[in-house]
């Protein structure tokens, strides 16, 4: 079977374009075909004066992609000419244009997945896209219900309860009901992507030493715990609320096949920590498969050559280890 990965090169300005050329060095293409959303300029720019050593095909539809290799597909909006470094509305419009075509391409089954490169919340609201970032956006475009924010690595796998909001909203944010649909989601996810047949999940507290019994806060007490128990009496293998901080330190994540954190320091910040370079960001509950590397535009860095690929690299290794979990039997045409 050949599985069609399409990638969206992020950001033009950041080091997207630049991660996205470091992958294609490292990649086997073995029964993998490769769709990069992106127009050529910007390519051409970030591989001056060297082009990379594997060839890509421009195409301008993926339906009749029948062999491994590399195609390029341009997004349906003007080229541009990148400036490493700078933020503008047009450059966040170019970098959501190809995100929307990637989902198109997965949406309409000509592509098992999808990788983002970094995009910069910034560019994308100065661009017209009134949305925090990509995780809300695929929700919109795929009609996707109760998406969840993962974080995957080597060793750890960290979902958040609640995603991209100030601190000051996060208390009011959670219900009972928002954390029975987000372990639900995870669950799921869990069995029908990872393939772990018994998924056991570890739930955080809220609270410093998850409310000490309500003295620290009752967020535990009358809303996390009751959670936990009903998903458990639906035979969902959860436990908790721990406290975030023993349990990162000395409970093991790795003890668990994922963990919800209530928010998204607490559970970024000891991911990041243990992740070697090779954190990756997966999208659970929607109707198609997205991933992206766990870091940032990195404008500061854009344009010199520095960037590390690791991430972008482990990605796409799982984007195409979730499209054979999940489209053994399903084939794009």
Request: hydrophobic content about 40%; aromatic content about 6%; some cysteine.
């Amino acid at each position: 079977m050949l599985f069609k990965i399409a990638i969206s090169t992020g950001d033009p300005n950041g080091i997207g374009p630049e991660i996205v050329i470091k992958l294609l060095q490292k990649i086997r293409l073995e029964n993998t075909a490769v769709l990069i959303v992106g127009h050529p300029g910007v390519f051409r720019f970030y591989t001056a004066p060297q082009p990379p050593f594997r060839q890509i095909q421009l195409v301008h539809s993926a339906s009749g992609i029948d062999e491994a290799g590399i195609y390029m597909l341009p997004p349906d909006c003007d080229e541009l000419v990148p400036e490493p470094g700078k933020t503008g509305g047009h450059t966040g419009a170019y970098s959501m244009k190809c995100v929307e075509k990637g989902i198109q391409l997965c949406m309409d089954l000509q592509a098992n997945a999808l990788v983002t490169a970094p995009v910069s919340k910034e560019a994308i609201q100065l661009g017209g896209y009134n949305v925090p970032g990509h995780t809300e956006f695929l929700a919109q475009k795929t009609g996707g219900g109760d998406v969840l924010m993962m974080m995957v690595s080597d060793t750890m796998r960290v979902a958040l309860a609640t995603g991209h909001i100030p601190i000051s909203d996060v208390a009011g944010s959670l219900n009972t009901g928002l954390l029975l649909k987000r372990l639900g989601t995870l669950h799921s996810s869990l069995v029908n992507d990872f393939g772990i047949k018994n998924p056991r999940i570890a739930v955080t507290g809220l609270n410093p030493h998850a409310g000490d019994g309500g003295v620290l806060g009752r967020e535990e007490i009358e809303i996390i715990l009751p959670a936990i128990q009903m998903v458990r009496d639906a035979g969902i293998d959860a436990a908790g609320p721990f406290p975030a901080d023993a349990f990162f330190a000395r409970e093991s994540p790795g003890k668990h096949d994922a963990v919800l954190a209530m928010y998204h320091d607490q559970g970024l910040i000891p991911f990041k920590s243990t992740d070697n370079g090779r954190g990756i960001n997966f999208t659970a509950g929607l109707p198609i498969i997205r991933t992206s590397p766990d870091h940032g535009t990195a404008f500061d860095i854009a344009g010199k050559g520095i960037a590390d690929p690791d991430s972008m690299v482990a990605a796409f290794e799982l984007a195409l280890s979730l499209s054979h979990n999940r489209y053994t039997s399903k084939e794009p045409q």
